[in-house]
Structures are given as structure tokens and as C-alpha cells.
């Protein structure tokens, strides 16, 4: 090459990088500021924000949005980010207000939304979220999130058990706590203590055999005692046992069972409680003992932590805001809004009358098939990627035929879900005679929808093991099954659970095969048991959005999906902790 | 003790994670069969399920009796479908997976002979009156009334393609068409009554099992025109404007009054519920059935709830002795 054609850099064109990097950031505002409208207007309809007073509004947000963006701005400790989080809240109501005169002026306006409202949203919403995140860096900050987001996660785990209690029996999981689990557990600890090979071997025998005892009897016995006192002994009694032997860890024999006596009698004593305020104190129990047991944990931590223990006062705060506001609010007589999402909503049966109409029986049905999917689709998905990935050869004519399952496991990832509805209605309904539209055969049709992805997302997984560990466990003379059960699949678990978590969001919102399977479009009690008929949340809201009553087609149909909305963030919030704590474990 | 192990006897490893969500399967496909053995209860009062399928049409009132009924008995479990009352004939009734299918046309004959081949029979029995509600947008000055013979022309496999040749005087506008689906019973009643042959219809619209769509179609074109039953009209009066139909006796609005004095013809029209005999030989069923024809008189809940008409005394002592014949001959 000659010295002269050296290309010349001070010539080289900025603009069409500069357009791929505008295009590229206009592309990702479409969809997200699209997505962000409609969740707007969606809340809006469900919570009836639309005919909230302006003063209302205003007042919620001094008393409760406030204090608790004050807290999180201290913990941040940013002069810059107080002046602007001022501003944006102080100056938000007055921006809102002229905007919305202006546009009223040229004689526009916006569909739906009053100035208050559109305050709420554009200013008030994206600020609190940001200065939560920014001040959670902090430790105070970090400390307020943690106790607000076990208390959520508490409740929102109580309600999920109550909703399993609803369609498991107590009794039985009674009678197989007490026959099968009880027994199994002592043995193993019994193996622990004396290294006892003989009750470690008998451990799984005596649970199988304790379970299938359990099973029979619950045909034939009839217990006559309250589920509360069921509750108590099998699962009050096991919780405060494991906390008890967790605080053993950390401190002496004394002060370990104070805590498990503690956690036992805390939430038992709590839940007679629960009458007074109208709760059933079954009830009261599973969402105390989810609720009760972390937060104590944690404030004990926080309080024993240098820094941060002033975060804790963040549920006060909140409480303390919203009992200030409807004290105001009741004393300004401003308007309220009536939501349309609220507790009867979410407990009770659906109406011909739609504020009266209510949601309970199809999430529960959601919930119940939802957990038969994940147990379902899990080992059926992890057997197959294991076998894909660890037990097949890469050559020769087995290696071919691997090729060509993996080939259509991934194609059929790609099937659309009406066509899986038709395979569950042919197969499982009228073949295997399992029913029409029963929890058996819709959870079974949206196993098999989702296991392509959940196949793909395990092997994924396991091929991300690193290949040395596996050597490693077969140089010091281990099994391949002792390989894959002790290496491979520990490794994998975060990304399995991570792939099959996000797998059954997809299966919550199935419509389609839902209908081809002839899952009924409303029922009026949640499912009793594998073959009652189910429907589910996105086949309740079809059926809503094309009522002639207006009030259903926006208010009750926009409760609906805001609920849907709900459990899907609550089960992908879970697929994230898990996968945290796992991947920090290693 | 805890305290004289080593650390990891207690660490929640991912080893016990795995064994733990191993065994929650483990419990929960045990519990599978554990459940599936339940049920079978005998007690006093009425249980078992009944399951219901079939016009969307006829679904709201249908919900509404079932709501009612089932506000009063704890024991009974009643889902209601919407599968269009040719789907649900087709795919639930006859091949014996539903109790009763809800249908707003009589059943046709190969229906018939479906039903027989599977062995199921069935009675009919009619719980309202609908007025099927031709549509247009509130905007379409030009048009208040039309004929059964302009409908005819509007609707029928070789329809007119702009206003203007339905009727001189008409814009010269291109007709947008928004109707029933072919599942719909809807559909069968209008062609059979409108165009005069049962099945013939347009090809130029768009077909839904959804009233909510046909009215956002009408409502976005000024020249649209659409039909649906006459329970959305009535809830939304406001978002669509109703035409007056003309049989020859003048124009007749379509309202609750008109269709029960029998004057708005051809377009008011029964709608019937099947039970399947065999059903109705259970005691739960035969209540519910019992139930559904003595609220069929029922003002409030048929056309203030719903928005269809109500039965005449007579009509529905018919449907009494229909039923109370049929559920001798299966219990008896």
C-alpha cells in the first residue's frame, strides 16, 4: 500500500451513527411510553381516579407520598436530586393546571384524565419511583425498601397460601404433614445427629409410604375440628421449628428457643385477634406466620446494624400518612373516587350487577392451575433438558436424533398457543377422558405450551455449567447421576427456575387454549379439587369486555386486568429473588 | 445440637432446594389422586354441577338466572359458556358434554340428527323475546327507517354496494357492514328472516361474536351499518342509533313493548334454552330448570337486569308443563 491512500480518520461521517443512536432510542420510547399510556388508563378505570376531587388527590399525595420521599431523600443525601424531586412534586400541580387550561383554551383536551390526575402520573409516580431507587443506595434507604417490600411480600405470600388452602384440603395436608413429612424429618434428623445410615435410608420409604397412608385415610376420616387448629399443628408448629433451629445458628440453645416460641406464639395469639377485626383467623394465621416471622428477622438485624435502622419507620409513615389523609379528606368532605378494584372485588363471585360483580372464583382457578403448570412443567421440562444435554451423544446416529429433537423442541416453541388448545382437547379431554374444561386438562394443555421454553431456558442453563466442574466430579470418581445431582443441577437451578418462572407468566395469560378446551366462561365458586370445571382471570375479562352494561366493559373489566397485572408482577418478583439468591450463593 | 455442627448440616444448600421442590411435585401430583377420590357427597340439600353452553345472545340472561339460583344453593356448581348456538349444539350439547345449551334460533336439523346419533334428547323451551336491533351511527341523519325489503338488499349475498342504490335519496356512499358470525345464532335468524334464506348472506362484512366490536365499527363510520341483539341497545342507547323496521305496516321502533305486542316484525325473535332430558333426571338440574322458567316472567331481572322481554303468563305455563313432562319421563 502506498503511504497516500492511508485512510484519513478526520473525515469520517458522525451523522449516521448519531441517527442509528436517536432512531434506536425513539424505537424503545414507542413501545414503552405506548405501554405506559394504557397501564395510565387502565388504572385509572380500575381505581376510578376519574371522578376523584383534585383536592383528594393532592391531599394523598402531602400525606402519604411526602414523608416517605422526605425519608428516602435523607438516605439519598443529594442536595442536587432534593432540589429537583422539590420542584418536580411542588411545581407538578401548577405545570399540570396550566397545561391543561392551555390545551383547553385551543380548545383540546385529553380524554379521561383531569389535571390532578395527569399530576399523579406524569410527575408524582415517576419521581417516588426514582428517588425509592436513588435512595435505597443508601442504608436507610436500602433498610425501608427491604421491611416494605418482606411486609408486601409476606401478605402477598399469606394470601397465596390461603388461596392453595382453598382448593388443597387442610385435612389432608394435615394427615400428611402427620404421617409422612413429621416422620420423614425426624429420621433425617435423627441420620444427622448419630450418622446414622440405616434411618437415612428408611427416610424416603417411610414419607412415601406415611403420604399414601395419609391419602387413604382422609377417604375414609372426617376430622370435626376447626381448620384453624389444623393450621396450628401443621403448619404453625413446622414454621416456628424451622425458625427456631435457623436462629440455633446464630445463637445459644436459650435464646433459639425463645425466638421459635416466639415465632409460634406471635402469629397464633395474632390470628384469634383477627376476629375482632373481622378477619377468620385460619386466615389471619397463614398471612401472620408469611408476614410475621421475616419482618422480625429483619428488624432484629436492622436494629443490630450500625446504620439504617431509622428506615424502619417507613410502615409508620405510610400508615400514618393514610389515616392523616381520610381524617382530612372526611373533614374537607372532598369526593372520594369509588374503586372498582377493591376488597369484594377480589373475594367474591361474579354479578349480573357490576358493582357487585367480583373476580374470586377465576383467580383462584389461575392460581390453582398455575401451580399445577409449574410442578408439571418443571419436571417434565428439566427431565428432558438434562437428558438433551448430559445423557445423549454428540455423534454417531443417537447424536442425529438429538439434533432433530432439539430442532423441534425449538420449533415447537414457536406453535401458536389455539393449536395447543386443540392437541389438549382431542388428547386430553376426549382421549384420556379427563374432562371438559377441567383444572386436569387445562393445566396439563398449558404444561405442554410452555415446555418448549421451559426445555430451552433448562438447557440453556445446564449448558452454561461450566464443563471443569463436571470433569472435576467424575475425576474424584462420582456417577454421572451423582454428577448431575450434585453439580449440574445446583449449578443450573437459578436459570431453570428463572426460564420456567417467566414460561408460566406467558401460561397466566392464555385465552385460547383455555377456550378450545372448553373451559367455561364463568363460574360462580372456585374450583373444589383436579376434575371440577375452572376458568380463569383472561377468560372472566373477555367475557366482561363485550357485557352490555357499559360499567363492566370499562370499570369491572379494567379491575380485571389490573389484578391479572398483579399476579403476574407478584410471580415474576418471585422468579427474581430467587434467582438473586441463588446466583449470590455460589 | 445446631451449635456442634459444622455450618453447612443447616445451610440451606441449592442441594435441599432441589430435594424441596421435588417434593412439593411429589405432594402436589399425590394430591392429584388424593382429590380425585373425593366428592360423591350425599346430603339434603341440592349439589352437583351443571354446565351450560351456547348463544352469546341468550349468555347474560342465562348468567343471571344462574347467579340467582345459585345465590340460594351453595351446593350446586353452574358454569355458563359463550359458544355461539351452532358451536355450542356442534361441539357441548350433542356430543353429551353440557347440560343445557342456550340458543337464539330454533335447532336446525342436522343439530337434530347430531343429538340423535350421540343418543342425547332434549326439550325446548323459550326463556325471552329479543327485538335483533339494526344499528347506524348517530350521525347518519339520512336514514331513520327502512324496509325488510331494503335490509334484504343491504344484507343478501348480492348486496347493494353504496347507500344510494338501497334507496334514491341516499348518499352515494360505499355501505360498511358489521354482522353476526356464522356460529351465531344471529346470523341464522337474520338471513332466515331478512334475506329469506337461511345462510345467505354478504361476504362483504366483518363477522364478530362480539356486539362491543360491531359497535365500535358503527360508531367509527357515518355510512356503517350493523345488527346485534336488543339487550347492548338497550343498556347503550346513547353510542348507536336504532332503525325503525318496516314489514309493510309501517315503521317500528325496536323497544320491549313493540316486541312483546308482537309488532316489530320480522326482527323479534324467542330465544330458547335446550336442557338435555337425560340432565334433567337429576334433581339439581331439574330445580334449576324449574327455576329458570318461573323467573322467565320476571320483569325486573329479564328486561331491567338484561334488556330482553319477559314471557306472557301463558307462554310460560306452556314451558311448565313442557318441562314438568319431560322431568316425569326422566326421573320417573
Same mark, same amino acid.
Given at each position: 500500500?502506498s ?6 480518520f478526520?473525515?469520517v461521517?458522525?451523522?449516521k451513527g ?5 432512531l434506536?432510542?425513539g424505537?424503545s420510547?414507542?413501545?414503552?411510553v405506548a405501554?405506559?399510556?394504557l ?7 380500575a381505581f376510578d381516579?376519574?371522578?376523584a ?13 411526602v414523608p ?8 439519598a ?6 432540589v429537583?424531586v ?6 407538578g400541580p ?8 392551555l390545551?383547553?383554551?385551543m ?9 390532578s ?18 435512595g435505597?443506595?443508601g442504608?436507610?434507604?436500602a433498610t425501608?425498601v427491604g421491611?416494605?417490600?418482606r ?13 392453595l388452602?382453598?382448593v388443597?384440603?387442610p385435612?389432608l ?15 433425617v434428623?435423627?441420620a ?10 428408611l427416610?424416603?420409604?417411610v414419607?412415601?409410604i406415611?403420604f ?12 370435626y375440628?376447626?381448620?384453624w387448629?389444623?393450621?396450628?399443628w401443621?403448619?404453625a ?6 425458625v427456631g433451629?435457623?436462629?440455633a ?6 435464646e433459639a428457643?425463645?425466638?421459635g416460641?416466639?415465632?409460634?406464639a406471635?402469629?397464633?395469639a ?7 377485626v373481622?378477619?377468620?383467623?385460619r386466615?389471619?394465621?397463614l398471612v401472620?406466620?408469611?408476614?410475621a416471622?421475616p419482618t422480625?428477622?429483619?428488624v432484629?438485624r ?7 435502622a431509622?428506615?424502619l419507620?417507613a410502615p409508620?409513615?405510610?400508615a400514618g ?9 372526611q373533614a374537607?368532605g372532598?369526593?372520594a ?7 369484594s372485588?377480589?373475594t367474591?363471585?361474579?354479578?349480573r350487577?357490576p358493582?357487585?360483580?367480583g373476580?374470586?372464583?377465576a383467580?383462584v ?12 412443567s418443571?419436571v417434565?421440562?428439566v ?6 444435554e ?8 443417537s447424536g442425529t436424533?438429538t439434533?432433530?429433537i432439539q430442532?423441534?423442541?425449538?420449533n415447537l ?11 389438549g ?13 377441567t383444572?386436569t386438562t387445562?393445566s ?7 415446555l418448549?421454553?421451559?426445555?430451552i431456558?433448562?438447557?440453556e ?6 464443563d ?6 467424575y475425576?474424584?470418581g462420582?456417577?454421572r447421576?451423582q454428577t ?6 445446583p ?6 427456575l ?6 408460566l ?13 372448553g373451559?367455561?366462561t364463568?363460574v360462580?365458586?372456585p374450583?373444589e ?5 375452572v ?5 372472566q375479562?373477555?367475557a366482561?369486555?363485550?357485557a352490555p352494561?357499559?360499567?363492566?366493559r370499562y370499570?369491572?373489566v379494567a379491575?380485571g386486568v ?9 410471580l415474576n ?13 455460589v | 445440637?445446631a ?7 443447616w445451610?440451606?444448600s441449592r442441594r435441599?432446594a432441589?430435594a ?6 411429589a405432594l402436589g401430583?399425590?394430591?392429584c389422586i388424593?382429590?380425585g ?12 354441577d351443571i354446565n351450560?353452553a ?11 338466572f344462574?347467579?340467582?339460583?345459585q345465590?340460594?344453593?351453595d351446593?350446586?356448581n353452574?358454569?355458563?359458556?359463550r ?8 361441539n357441548?350439547?350433542?356430543?353429551g358434554?353440557?347440560?343445557f345449551?342456550?340458543?337464539?334460533r330454533?335447532?336446525k336439523?342436522?343439530?337434530k340428527q ?5 343418543g342425547?334428547e332434549w326439550?325446548?323451551?323459550q326463556v ?12 347518519a341523519d ?15 349475498p348480492?348486496?347493494a354496494?353504496t347507500?344510494?342504490?338501497v ?7 360505499e355501505?360498511e357492514?358489521?354482522?353476526? $358470525?356464522?356460529?351465531?345464532g344471529? &346470523?341464522d335468524?337474520?338471513?332466515e %328472516?331478512?334475506?329469506?334464506e337461511?345462510?345467505?348472506?354478504? =361476504? !362483504?362484512?366483518q363477522?364478530?361474536e362480539?356486539d362491543n ?6 360508531q367509527?363510520?357515518?355510512? $356503517?351499518i350493523?345488527?346485534f341483539g &336488543?339487550?347492548y341497545?338497550?343498556n %347503550?342507547?346513547?353510542v ?5 323496521? =318496516? !314489514?309493510?305496516d309501517g ?5 320491549l313493548e313493540?316486541?312483546?305486542s308482537g309488532?316489530?316484525t320480522p ?5 330458547f ?13 331439574a330445580?334449576?330448570?324449574?327455576y ?8 325486573d331481572l329479564v328486561a331491567?337486569?338484561?334488556g330482553?322481554?319477559p314471557?306472557?303468563?301463558?307462554l310460560q305455563?306452556?314451558?311448565?308443563s313442557?318441562?314438568e313432562d319431560?322431568i316425569?319421563q326422566?326421573?320417573?
Amino acid at each position: 500500500m502506498s503511504v497516500e491512500r492511508r485512510p484519513s480518520f478526520e473525515r469520517v461521517a458522525r451523522v449516521k451513527g448519531t441517527l442509528l443512536e436517536y432512531l434506536s432510542l425513539g424505537a424503545s420510547l414507542v413501545g414503552i411510553v405506548a405501554l405506559a399510556v394504557l397501564l395510565v388508563y387502565v388504572a385509572v378505570d380500575a381505581f376510578d381516579l376519574a371522578s376523584a376531587s383534585h383536592e383528594w388527590i393532592l391531599t394523598y399525595v402531602g400525606t402519604v407520598v411526602v414523608p416517605l420521599v422526605a425519608l428516602f431523600l435523607y438516605s439519598a443525601d443529594d442536595p442536587g436530586l432534593t432540589v429537583r424531586v422539590t420542584l418536580a412534586l411542588g411545581g407538578g400541580p401548577i405545570a399540570s393546571f396550566m397545561a391543561f387550561r392551555l390545551l383547553a383554551a385551543m380548545g383540546g383536551s385529553v380524554p379521561g384524565l383531569t389535571w390532578s390526575v395527569f399530576y399523579l402520573f406524569a410527575f408524582v409516580v415517576p419521581t417516588t419511583a426514582y428517588v425509592l431507587y436513588a435512595g435505597s443506595q443508601g442504608p436507610i434507604g436500602a433498610t425501608a425498601v427491604g421491611l416494605l417490600g418482606r411486609l408486601l411480600g409476606g401478605i402477598a405470600a399469606g394470601l397465596a397460601l390461603v388461596v392453595l388452602f382453598v382448593v388443597f384440603d387442610p385435612q389432608l395436608w394435615t394427615l400428611a404433614y402427620t404421617l409422612g413429612v413429621l416422620p420423614t424429618g425426624a429420621l433425617v434428623a435423627f441420620a444427622r445427629r448419630r450418622e446414622s445410615s440405616l434411618a437415612n435410608r428408611l427416610a424416603l420409604p417411610v414419607g412415601i409410604i406415611g403420604f399414601l397412608a395419609a391419602t387413604v385415610l382422609d377417604g375414609l376420616l372426617v376430622f370435626y375440628v376447626r381448620t384453624w387448629l389444623l393450621y396450628v399443628w401443621s403448619v404453625a408448629a413446622p414454621v416456628a421449628l424451622g425458625v427456631g433451629l435457623l436462629a440455633a445458628r446464630e445463637r445459644d440453645r436459650r435464646e433459639a428457643a425463645l425466638v421459635g416460641a416466639l415465632a409460634f406464639a406471635v402469629p397464633v395469639a395474632g390470628s384469634l385477634a383477627g376476629t375482632l377485626v373481622g378477619v377468620a383467623p385460619r386466615h389471619a394465621l397463614l398471612v401472620l406466620l408469611t408476614l410475621a416471622v421475616p419482618t422480625a428477622r429483619f428488624v432484629r438485624r436492622a436494629l443490630d446494624a450500625d446504620e439504617g435502622a431509622l428506615g424502619l419507620v417507613a410502615p409508620l409513615l405510610l400508615a400514618g400518612g393514610a389515616v392523616v389523609g381520610t381524617l382530612v379528606v372526611q373533614a374537607g368532605g372532598f369526593p372520594a373516587p369509588d374503586p372498582w378494584l377493591d376488597w369484594s372485588y377480589v373475594t367474591s363471585a361474579p354479578s349480573r350487577h357490576p358493582e357487585q360483580a367480583g373476580l374470586y372464583p377465576a383467580i383462584v382457578g389461575s392460581i390453582f392451575v398455575i401451580c399445577l403448570v409449574a410442578v408439571l412443567s418443571f419436571v417434565l421440562g428439566v427431565g428432558t433438558a438434562v437428558f438433551l444435554e448430559d445423557y445423549t451423544a454428540d455423534e454417531g446416529l443417537s447424536g442425529t436424533i438429538t439434533r432433530v429433537i432439539q430442532v423441534n423442541v425449538a420449533n415447537l416453541a414457536a406453535v401458536p398457543s389455539v393449536v395447543y388448545g386443540l392437541l389438549g382437547l382431542g388428547l386430553f379431554a376426549n382421549m384420556l377422558g379427563m374432562g371438559f374444561g377441567t383444572v386436569t386438562t387445562a393445566s396439563l394443555t398449558l404444561s405442554l405450551l410452555i415446555l418448549p421454553i421451559t426445555i430451552i431456558s433448562a438447557q440453556e442453563a445446564i449448558r452454561a455449567v461450566p464443563d471443569h466442574l463436571r470433569q472435576g466430579s467424575y475425576a474424584m470418581g462420582a456417577t454421572r447421576w451423582q454428577t448431575t445431582k450434585n453439580v449440574v443441577l445446583p449449578e443450573a437451578l437459578p436459570g431453570i427456575l428463572t426460564g420456567t418462572i417467566l414460561a408460566l407468566g406467558r401460561a397466566i395469560g392464555e385465552t385460547a387454549p383455555l377456550i378450545m378446551i372448553g373451559a367455561p366462561t364463568t363460574v360462580f365458586s372456585p374450583p373444589e379439587g383436579f376434575a371440577s370445571r375452572v376458568s380463569a382471570m383472561p377468560m372472566q375479562i373477555y367475557a366482561w369486555a363485550d357485557a352490555p352494561q357499559p360499567e363492566f366493559r370499562y370499570g369491572v373489566v379494567a379491575a380485571g386486568v389490573v389484578t391479572l397485572l398483579v399476579v403476574l408482577l407478584a410471580l415474576n418478583g418471585t422468579a427474581i429473588l430467587i434467582r438473586n439468591r441463588y446466583e449470590t450463593e455460589v | 445440637m445446631a451449635s456442634s455442627q459444622p455450618d453447612s448440616t443447616w445451610r440451606t444448600s441449592r442441594r435441599t432446594a432441589l430435594a424441596a421442590i421435588g417434593t412439593t411435585g411429589a405432594l402436589g401430583l399425590a394430591g392429584c389422586i388424593g382429590l380425585g377420590q373425593e366428592g360423591d357427597e350425599d346430603g339434603g340439600e341440592l349439589s352437583g354441577d351443571i354446565n351450560i353452553a351456547g348463544s352469546s345472545t341468550v349468555y347474560p340472561l342465562m348468567f343471571a338466572f344462574a347467579e340467582a339460583f345459585q345465590g340460594n344453593h351453595d351446593g350446586v356448581n353452574i358454569d355458563v359458556s359463550r359458544t355461539g348456538s351452532g358451536g355450542g349444539f356442534q361441539n357441548h350439547f350433542c356430543p353429551g358434554k353440557t347440560d343445557f345449551n342456550n340458543a337464539s334460533r330454533p335447532i336446525k336439523d342436522e343439530e337434530k340428527q347430531l343429538c340423535e346419533d350421540n343418543g342425547v334428547e332434549w326439550i325446548e323451551l323459550q326463556v325471552a323475546t329479543d327485538a335483533l336491533t339494526v344499528v347506524v351511527n348517530n350521525e347518519a341523519d339520512f336514514v331513520d327507517c327502512l324496509t325488510v325489503d331494503e335490509l334484504k338488499q343491504i344484507w343478501q349475498p348480492d348486496a347493494a354496494e353504496t347507500w344510494a342504490e338501497v334507496r334514491d335519496g341516499f348518499p352515494d356512499e360505499e355501505i360498511e357492514r358489521y354482522g353476526a $358470525a356464522e356460529t351465531s345464532g344471529t &346470523f341464522d335468524y337474520f338471513t332466515e %328472516n331478512v334475506v329469506g334464506e337461511a345462510g345467505a348472506h354478504t =361476504d !362483504d362484512y366483518q363477522a364478530t361474536e362480539q356486539d362491543n366490536t360491531i359497535v365500535q365499527g358503527v360508531q367509527g363510520s357515518e355510512y $356503517a351499518i350493523g345488527y346485534f341483539g &336488543f339487550s347492548y341497545y338497550y343498556n %347503550n342507547p346513547d353510542v348507536v342509533k336504532a332503525l325503525k323496521i =318496516d !314489514d309493510g305496516d309501517g315503521c317500528v321502533e325496536p323497544s320491549l313493548e313493540t316486541a312483546a305486542s308482537g309488532e316489530y316484525t320480522p326482527l323479534a325473535r324467542p330465544l330458547f334454552t335446550y336442557p338435555s332430558t337425560e340432565s334433567l333426571g337429576e334433581e339439581h338440574v331439574a330445580e334449576f330448570a324449574r327455576y329458570v322458567v318461573e323467573q322467565t316472567t320476571n320483569e325486573d331481572l329479564v328486561a331491567g337486569d338484561v334488556g330482553y322481554v319477559p314471557l306472557t303468563d301463558d307462554l310460560q305455563s306452556q314451558m311448565q308443563s313442557r318441562l314438568e313432562d319431560a322431568i316425569d319421563q326422566a326421573q320417573g
